[in-house]
T-cell receptor, first 109, second 112 residues
């Protein structure tokens, strides 16, 4: 099946710093999503981004489908950005979502 | 507008027992998917229910079964619990086929 690899696995930054999280996937996908999981386990969808670039406040994401990777950018990090960021893909429109192992982000005050 | 509601939030069971987890989808959603998230891992797809039928299934044994009711709510049942079944179980609802996934906060199951 399709493989989803995220890097780095862990990232520790000072508040105010910028960060880039990467997601590589092994086959073509119909859709790609970025999620943030807070310390209480809640998964929040950040972006649906099968291709192109989107921005939402301090967060932006870019997916280059032809090269099978996606990047999540977080600018001016805040402590509330801490948590685990997951990349998840769907092979086909009716397919299940396959998650990567996530990047654990710690923002220090 | 309520989001996805899961119950209970925490549960402790003994090895060999059976457990039922419940999920109420977001208003307007008709599809429910279940995921298992072991500590330090990404969520793994268990199965998906649509129109009261299991539409897709991940690589989980038959000990894992489910049901969807006419009001679109769903249950996940796990029989003969193993220590390795300890995990966060997440329910996600969507409208139709994977549109607009919304996750619940999960049920944390501990098997002792």
């Amino acid at each position: 099946g399709i493989q989803v690899e995220q890097s780095p696995p862990d990232l520790i930054l000072q508040e105010g710093a910028n960060s880039t999280l990467r997601c590589n996937f092994s086959d073509s996908v119909n859709n790609l999503q970025w999620f943030h999981q807070n310390p209480w386990g809640q998964l929040i969808n950040l972006f649906y981004i099968p291709s192109g670039t989107k921005q939402n406040g301090r967060l932006s994401a870019t997916t280059v489908a032809t090269e099978r990777y996606s990047l999540l950018y977080i600018s001016s990090s805040q402590t509330t950005d801490s948590g685990v960021y997951f990349c998840a893909v769907e092979r086909g429109r009716d397919d299940k979502i396959i998650f990567g192992k996530g990047t654990r982000l710690h923002i220090l005050p | 507008d309520a989001g996805v509601t899961q119950s209970p939030t925490h549960l402790i069971k003994t090895r060999g027992q059976q457990v039922t987890l419940r999920c109420s989808p977001k208003s307007g959603h008709d599809t429910v998917s279940w995921y298992q998230q072991a500590l330090g891992q990404g969520p793994q797809f268990i199965f998906q229910y649509y129109e009261e039928e299991e539409r897709q299934r991940g690589n989980f044994p038959d000990r894992f079964s489910g049901h969807q009711f006419p009001n679109y709510s769903s249950e996940l049942n796990v029989n003969a619990l193993l220590l390795g079944d300890s995990a966060l179980y997440l329910c996600a609802s969507s409208f139709g086929r994977g549109i607009g996934y919304t996750f619940g906060s999960g049920t944390r199951l501990t098997v002792v």
